[in-house]
């Protein structure tokens, strides 16, 4: 097994210091990475998170809250998304076999129209927050236009849930995009 660190996309937040411990003063903006995996597992290739994606980077307007661009402003660059990174490494986005979303805030999740053939699995409790969209800030975070796209790119993400251990499910708010397996 052979592990790849991937920082798929940086967001410089407000608060400098505060955020990131290093950034000199809490008036200037930190840079936090946003840490995702890559596994390669005998025949899998297991992404662990996908970070923000190629259509995030192209349409961060479209796809992004303007609350978060304007908090977090994210370093938008096509060659740190997850996918590009992958093709640095010598493999397509095609071959990624799991995706493992740790949660689904827009900067963990947001790579999914990247990964076509992917199955993607999911914490059953973290499906059941983003259904819910109860508050302005889970609006916010939980960002269906980051993996709706799919659903007319003819290639359904399929989701499923582990034999064992967590409880995971399909995103409800992908569902155009899914199907069960």
């Not at 200037?28 to 662990?48: D, F, I, K, P, W």
């Not at 076509?116 to 999911?122: C, E, G, S, Y």
């Not at 399929?158 to 995009?177: H, I, K, N, Q």
Request: with cysteine; net charge positive.
């Amino acid at each position: 097994m052979k592990v790849h660190h991937l920082n798929c996309i940086s967001t410089c937040p407000l608060g400098g210091h505060l955020m990131d411990g290093r950034t000199r003063g809490v008036f200037t903006r930190a840079s936090l990475a946003c840490h995702c995996l890559l596994v390669e597992a005998g025949n899998r290739l297991v992404l662990v998170d996908t970070g923000l994606g190629l259509r995030d980077v192209a349409h961060p307007r479209d796809r992004l809250s303007a609350f978060f661009l304007g908090l977090l402003a994210p370093d938008l660059r096509a060659e740190m998304t997850a996918a590009r990174q992958l093709q640095a490494l010598g493999y397509a986005p095609a071959d990624v076999t799991d995706i493992v979303l740790t949660h689904l805030d827009f900067d963990h999740a947001g790579g999914l129209d990247d990964f076509p053939n992917a199955t993607v699995h999911l914490r059953a409790i973290e499906e059941e927050a983003a259904a819910r969209q109860r508050t302005w800030l889970d609006r916010q975070r939980f960002r269906p236009q980051q993996c709706g796209a799919r659903a007319g790119a003819g290639s359904p993400m399929t989701m499923r849930a582990p034999r064992r251990g967590w409880d995971w499910r399909p995103c409800p708010r992908c569902a155009a995009c899914h199907r069960r397996s």
